[in-house]
């Protein structure tokens, strides 16, 4: 059996959620790989602004020391609430050239113009979407919740953005259920549910 990589299964959910995305609303998605090439995080906000992408949505999957941790759990930009945020943040910068050093005043900045309550209102209906679509199907789904950190990859975004860490690859029924085709569709139709919910919240504001 080859090796279960982060990379091809977060791939092959964004191509899901694309593909749902573009069938259910009149939208265009852009996806920052659409191959197994990697994208430094800098670059992929860089590319959404570029292409002046209404939303950003980052995909992940978790990793904690201890196999019995599960669970979904979706992030917005900000300064982190508590540890395990600011461990989640750790591990996803990790592949960053800045340095923490470098976080404080780039954030100090991007305080001023970042969409933070549009990026919180988007996370909490991208979490409740996933929950509901997950929850219908399989047992034992847990809430994580959603959560602030300083993640370099949604640094400088001119739009609401999320990061959506979809499940533990250190536990083992979340490691099955990742690999599997019709999880990653419910995971998907949770995203779709969630940024539906969020466009429609923006059309009654607008209107009201």
């Given at each position: 059996?080859?090796?279960?990589?982060?990379?091809?299964?977060?791939?092959?959910?964004?191509?899901?959620?694309?593909?749902?995305?573009?069938?259910?609303?009149?939208?265009?998605?852009?996806?920052?790989r659409d191959k197994d090439v990697f994208v430094p995080l800098e670059k992929r906000?860089?590319?959404?602004?570029?292409?002046?992408?209404?939303?950003?949505?980052?995909?992940?999957?978790?990793?904690?020391?201890?196999?019995?941790?599960?669970?979904?759990?979706?992030?917005?930009?900000?300064?982190?609430?508590?540890?395990?945020?600011?461990?989640?943040?750790?591990?996803?910068?990790?592949?960053?050239?800045?340095?923490?050093?470098?976080?404080?005043?780039?954030?100090?900045?991007?305080?001023?113009?970042?969409?933070?309550?549009?990026?919180?209102?988007?996370?909490?209906?991208?979490?409740?979407?996933?929950?509901?679509?997950?929850?219908?199907?399989?047992?034992?789904?847990?809430?994580?919740?959603?959560?602030?950190?300083?993640?370099?990859?949604?640094?400088?975004?001119?739009?609401?953005?999320?990061?959506?860490?979809?499940?533990?690859?250190?536990?083992s029924v979340e490691r099955k259920r990742l690999q599997n085709q019709?999880?990653?569709?419910?995971?998907?139709?949770?995203?779709?549910?969630?940024?539906?919910?969020?466009?429609?919240?923006?059309?009654?504001?607008?209107?009201?």
């Amino acid at each position: 059996e080859g090796q279960i990589v982060e990379k091809d299964i977060t791939l092959a959910l964004a191509q899901i959620v694309e593909k749902k995305v573009e069938e259910k609303f009149d939208i265009d998605v852009i996806l920052t790989r659409d191959k197994d090439v990697f994208v430094p995080l800098e670059k992929r906000t860089a590319f959404a602004n570029v292409n002046k992408a209404d939303l950003f949505i980052s995909l992940h999957i978790n990793a904690h020391k201890q196999p019995e941790v599960h669970g979904f759990e979706t992030y917005f930009l900000n300064m982190a609430t508590d540890e395990r945020a600011v461990l989640v943040a750790a591990r996803e910068n990790a592949t960053s050239e800045k340095s923490i050093s470098d976080l404080q005043s780039i954030l100090n900045d991007l305080m001023l113009n970042t969409k933070i309550s549009e990026s919180s209102k988007l996370a909490y209906e991208v979490q409740r979407g996933v929950l509901g679509q997950v929850k219908r199907k399989y047992e034992d789904v847990k809430d994580l919740g959603v959560k602030q950190a300083p993640f370099y990859v949604l640094i400088g975004a001119e739009m609401p953005a999320i990061l959506v860490e979809t499940g533990f690859m250190t536990n083992s029924v979340e490691r099955k259920r990742l690999q599997n085709q019709k999880y990653l569709e419910t995971l998907a139709d949770g995203i779709v549910a969630g940024v539906e919910r969020y466009m429609k919240s923006l059309a009654k504001s607008t209107r009201g």
